[in-house]
């Protein structure tokens, strides 16, 4: 590891015995050689200070009872939280410890609040192996558990995921290996399959009454909704097609389902612009016959392909019979509602701004979501009724506020918040005040927030022309007139939107924290918000010739250069890029089209040939029929150009990574060897893409500040 030792107001690194994995250099950098300038005066803020905090998830709120759960990850030991009425003061629910790489997930309240579920474990990949990142020699499981608000230690309920809980409470359902599994919630019986069904169950879904469940069937090109009925043990499913269903909801009164119907098509770009396509539907069915109707078709054109956003449904049956839903008609994903009995779907939610974590209130009448209306680069918390009106909102201001949930009797609303110098936490809004924060205690008192900077939102220019969104990170202090190295930060995704502050994913809340001990050792950052990325419309989501279908991000990979190269205070020679998963994908263009400007580069899990990503999550993709846009995906790639790929690289990743395959980077590794091109690697056996131990993080972090201290700061050096 690197270990910093402070002498008077700056620090130096000196490589202490370390893990790494085939580090090719190992260097005692002197402080009378530091090129960085010193930080302002005050303690710099350590990494392991800045990854201290816990990162809260999955808030959830009871349905009756008034409490809310969440799960915290403290420095890799994952805990179920919650809150209960009337105080909301923050407890630990389960006491896991160690930094043991499992994960807590999938958390659901009994209907009376007095329990709550939760998934213990992360899932399989494709050889049906379960992530055990920290070695264990005994093995790992994913399992669901259910723990007694009132305390004593929770019970596994069977080997699985995706706990549903029906509405008396008595009954649990889950998915283990494709397949529906039920199991009491009242007792130790163990679980039994509730159907053998073809394809794979996902999506659980009780009625209202308890007596049906519904559930999505993956079939890999088609998919239905099916319906299993508890007393006559039959299932039916509604309305089938050659089509792609999910995301069923119930009725009220549990006689009907409605559900989302998308179109079958073969021919759709990987990894790349899909603006339109054959519309998509809304579809209800009747649960016994399974007879079903289109109440409402999206417009051919703009809105016409399918956009979720981040909810537990992306329907939701409100009051009055309407249905509430989201969709891009005005090129921004906004929120509908529709009768259910069908017509005109009406706007809630117009203006130019993107709407996500949605959720609704206890009654039906009106939704909750975080959007970036009026605050572009960051989210705030509003409320619109079903039937329409004006948005309301809850919160505003310098902050980022997420994942809204109501209490059960309507009076409150849990939340997620994080701003520029603090990281992400639980909090609560009761009417019209402003949040309270629910476990504040759980933030360390050593965490180093005035030691923070606050990122400033800058708008510069691509290379050609479009105009992209960034947040600019600035050393504290230095001398005047100072010239500082610089490192650009592209995050993965790329569904994904930095903001002004810490962000509401794990992930790029770690990024974040990357970002600002960068700043601290005298790097100014820019962390780019590049186009196919969320946050500012369908047409830059979905922006023309992006990923496999050309690149067309390579322009802003050299805009945010050459933005950087602009700046006085910074030294021109002397710029890095850093990112990860699809960030990964743009370091690497950066090094291999643009070696003349970005002088190094931290590659964690990227994408090297989209080939390969293709072959991974492309049902079909067919070599024979698909030459020309192999071709074009190839190109698009930066093992296409490792003829001019000159700067050195850090190649990190995990060998267990499901999302993009790890011969991407043993391929790259092998073919910039054979062209002399400094790689180094760090490779964490075992480890998944978004790591699950918090060690890894840290090495990683580490890793990255090492190597760009050697080959921006002292590029010159001998080694």
Same mark, same amino acid.
């Given at each position: 590891?690197?270990?910093?030792?402070?002498?008077?107001?700056?620090?130096?690194?000196?490589?202490?015995?370390?893990?790494?994995?085939?580090?090719?250099?190992?260097?005692?950098?002197?402080?009378?050689?530091?090129?960085?300038?010193?930080?302002?005066?005050?303690?710099?803020?350590?990494?392991?200070?800045?990854?201290?905090?816990?990162?809260?998830?999955?808030?959830?709120?009871?349905?009756?009872?008034?409490?809310?759960?969440?799960?915290?990850?403290?420095?890799?030991?994952?805990?179920?939280?919650?809150?209960?009425?009337?105080?909301?003061?923050?407890?630990?629910?389960?006491?896991?410890?160690?930094?043991?790489?499992?994960?807590?997930?999938?958390?659901?309240?009994?209907?009376?609040?007095?329990?709550?579920?939760?998934?213990?474990?992360?899932?399989?990949?494709?050889?049906?192996?379960?992530?055990?990142?920290?070695?264990?020699?005994?093995?790992?499981?994913?399992?669901?558990?259910?723990?007694?608000?009132?305390?004593?230690?929770?019970?596994?309920?069977?080997?699985?995921?995706?706990?549903?809980?029906?509405?008396?409470?008595?009954?649990?359902?889950?998915?283990?290996?494709?397949?529906?599994?039920?199991?009491?919630?009242?007792?130790?019986?163990?679980?039994?399959?509730?159907?053998?069904?073809?394809?794979?169950?996902?999506?659980?879904?009780?009625?209202?009454?308890?007596?049906?469940?519904?559930?999505?069937?993956?079939?890999?090109?088609?998919?239905?909704?099916?319906?299993?009925?508890?007393?006559?043990?039959?299932?039916?499913?509604?309305?089938?097609?050659?089509?792609?269903?999910?995301?069923?909801?119930?009725?009220?009164?549990?006689?009907?389902?409605?559900?989302?119907?998308?179109?079958?098509?073969?021919?759709?770009?990987?990894?790349?612009?899909?603006?339109?396509?054959?519309?998509?539907?809304?579809?209800?069915?009747?649960?016994?016959?399974?007879?079903?109707?289109?109440?409402?078709?999206?417009?051919?054109?703009?809105?016409?392909?399918?956009?979720?956003?981040?909810?537990?449904?992306?329907?939701?049956?409100?009051?009055?019979?309407?249905?509430?839903?989201?969709?891009?008609?005005?090129?921004?994903?906004?929120?509908?509602?529709?009768?259910?009995?069908?017509?005109?779907?009406?706007?809630?939610?117009?203006?130019? =701004?993107?709407?996500?974590?949605?959720?609704?209130?206890?009654?039906?009448?009106?939704?909750?979501?975080?959007?970036?209306?009026?605050?572009?680069?960051?989210?705030?918390?509003?409320?619109?009724?079903?039937?329409?009106?004006?948005?309301?909102?809850?919160?505003?201001?310098?902050?980022?506020?997420?994942?809204?949930?109501?209490?059960?009797?309507?009076?409150?609303?849990?939340?997620?918040?994080?701003?520029?110098?603090?990281?992400?936490?639980?909090?609560?809004?009761?009417?019209?005040?402003?949040?309270?924060?629910?476990?504040?205690?759980?933030?360390?008192?050593?965490?180093?927030?005035?030691?923070?900077?606050?990122?400033?939102?800058?708008?510069?220019?691509?290379?050609?022309?479009?105009?992209?969104?960034?947040?600019?990170?600035?050393?504290?202090?230095?001398?005047?007139?100072?010239?500082?190295?610089?490192?650009?930060?592209?995050?993965?995704?790329?569904?994904?939107?930095?903001?002004?502050?810490?962000?509401?994913?794990?992930? #790029?809340?770690?990024?974040?924290?990357?970002?600002?001990?960068?700043?601290?050792?005298?790097?100014?950052?820019?962390?780019?918000? #590049?186009?196919?990325?969320?946050?500012?419309?369908?047409?830059?989501?979905?922006?023309?010739?992006?990923?496999?279908?050309?690149?067309?991000?390579?322009?802003?990979?050299?805009?945010?250069?050459?933005?950087?190269?602009?700046?006085?205070?910074?030294?021109?020679?002397?710029?890095?890029?850093?990112?990860?998963? #699809?960030?990964?994908?743009?370091?690497?263009?950066?090094?291999?089209?643009?070696?003349?400007?970005?002088?190094?580069?931290?590659?964690?899990?990227?994408?090297?040939?989209?080939?390969?990503?293709?072959?991974?999550?492309?049902?079909?993709?067919?070599?024979?029929?698909?030459?020309?846009?192999?071709?074009?995906?190839?190109?698009?790639?930066?093992?296409?150009?490792?003829?001019?790929?000159?700067?050195?690289?850090?190649?990190?990743?995990?060998?267990?990574?499901?999302?993009?395959?790890?011969?991407?980077?043993?391929?790259?590794?092998?073919?910039?060897?054979?062209?002399?091109?400094?790689?180094?690697?760090?490779?964490?056996?075992?480890?998944?893409?978004?790591?699950?131990?918090?060690?890894?993080?840290?090495?990683?972090?580490?890793?990255? =500040?090492?190597?760009?201290?050697?080959?921006?700061?002292?590029?010159?050096?001998?080694?």
């Amino acid at each position: 590891m690197v270990t910093m030792r402070a002498y008077g107001p700056c620090a130096f690194a000196t490589r202490a015995s370390s893990n790494f994995v085939n580090m090719r250099h190992s260097i005692t950098i002197a402080l009378i050689a530091l090129a960085l300038p010193c930080a302002a005066q005050g303690k710099q803020p350590t990494l392991e200070e800045l990854l201290s905090a816990p990162f809260p998830d999955g808030l959830v709120a009871a349905p009756s009872g008034g409490a809310i759960a969440w799960s915290f990850d403290e420095a890799g030991s994952r805990n179920v939280w919650v809150a209960r009425a009337p105080d909301y003061k923050g407890k630990r629910l389960t006491s896991y410890s160690g930094d043991d790489g499992q994960e807590i997930t999938g958390l659901v309240f009994t209907p009376d609040g007095g329990s709550i579920a939760f998934v213990r474990g992360g899932s399989a990949n494709g050889h049906g192996e379960i992530p055990n990142p920290a070695l264990d020699v005994e093995g790992v499981t994913e399992a669901v558990w259910i723990a007694s608000l009132g305390g004593g230690a929770p019970r596994k309920v069977g080997e699985g995921h995706s706990p549903a809980i029906a509405a008396a409470g008595d009954r649990i359902a889950f998915v283990k290996g494709g397949q529906i599994w039920s199991a009491s919630t009242r007792d130790t019986a163990a679980a039994t399959q509730l159907a053998h069904t073809r394809g794979g169950a996902s999506d659980l879904r009780w009625s209202p009454k308890g007596d049906k469940l519904a559930f999505t069937s993956d079939r890999g090109d088609h998919a239905f909704i099916a319906v299993y009925d508890v007393a006559t043990k039959t299932l039916r499913y509604m309305q089938p097609s050659v089509d792609v269903d999910g995301g069923a909801i119930w009725s009220p009164d549990g006689a009907r389902v409605a559900f989302i119907r998308i179109p079958t098509t073969s021919r759709r770009p990987s990894f790349g612009a899909i603006r339109t396509e054959e519309p998509w539907s809304i579809v209800i069915a009747d649960a016994s016959s399974g007879v079903g109707h289109e109440i409402w078709k999206a417009k051919a054109g703009v809105g016409s392909a399918f956009n979720p956003i981040v909810s537990d449904a992306q329907l939701m049956w409100g009051q009055g019979d309407r249905i509430v839903f989201p969709w891009e008609r005005e090129g921004w994903t906004h929120l509908y509602a529709v009768s259910a009995a069908g017509g005109e779907a009406t706007l809630l939610t117009p203006g130019d =701004f993107e709407v996500e974590h949605v959720s609704f209130a206890p009654d039906r009448s009106s939704v909750l979501y975080a959007s970036n209306q009026g605050d572009i680069d960051r989210r705030h918390i509003w409320r619109v009724g079903v039937s329409g009106g004006k948005p309301v909102a809850i919160t505003s201001g310098a902050g980022i506020e997420w994942a809204p949930v109501p209490t059960s009797d309507g009076k409150g609303v849990a939340m997620l918040r994080s701003d520029a110098k603090m990281p992400a936490r639980p909090a609560m809004v009761v009417g019209s005040g402003t949040p309270r924060d629910l476990a504040a205690d759980a933030i360390p008192a050593s965490f180093p927030s005035s030691g923070l900077v606050t990122p400033q939102q800058v708008i510069f220019p691509a290379a050609d022309g479009m105009l992209l969104h960034g947040q600019l990170f600035l050393p504290p202090g230095g001398a005047k007139g100072a010239k500082h190295p610089a490192v650009v930060f592209f995050h993965g995704g790329s569904r994904r939107q930095m903001l002004l502050g810490w962000h509401y994913m794990y992930y #790029y809340s770690n990024a974040y924290a990357m970002n600002q001990y960068l700043a601290s050792r005298g790097y100014v950052v820019l962390a780019v918000n #590049y186009r196919s990325g969320i946050g500012y419309g369908l047409n830059f989501r979905e922006a023309l010739d992006y990923g496999a279908t050309g690149g067309s991000e390579y322009n802003d990979v050299q805009g945010s250069g050459l933005f950087l190269r602009a700046r006085a205070d910074v030294d021109s020679s002397r710029i890095g890029a850093w990112g990860g998963s #699809y960030g990964g994908y743009l370091t690497a263009l950066a090094l291999a089209r643009s070696s003349d400007m970005f002088s190094a580069g931290v590659d964690m899990h990227g994408v090297h040939d989209w080939n390969l990503e293709s072959e991974t999550f492309v049902p079909g993709w067919r070599i024979l029929k698909d030459q020309e846009a192999r071709r074009t995906a190839f190109l698009s790639s930066p093992m296409a150009y490792e003829e001019t790929w000159r700067s050195p690289v850090l190649l990190i990743q995990g060998d267990d990574d499901r999302n993009v395959a790890f011969s991407q980077t043993v391929q790259l590794a092998e073919d910039l060897r054979k062209q002399g091109v400094d790689v180094e690697q760090l490779i964490f056996p075992d480890e998944v893409h978004d790591f699950l131990l918090h060690r890894n993080w840290l090495a990683a972090y580490t890793a990255s =500040f090492d190597f760009f201290s050697r080959k921006l700061v002292h590029k010159n050096a001998a080694h």
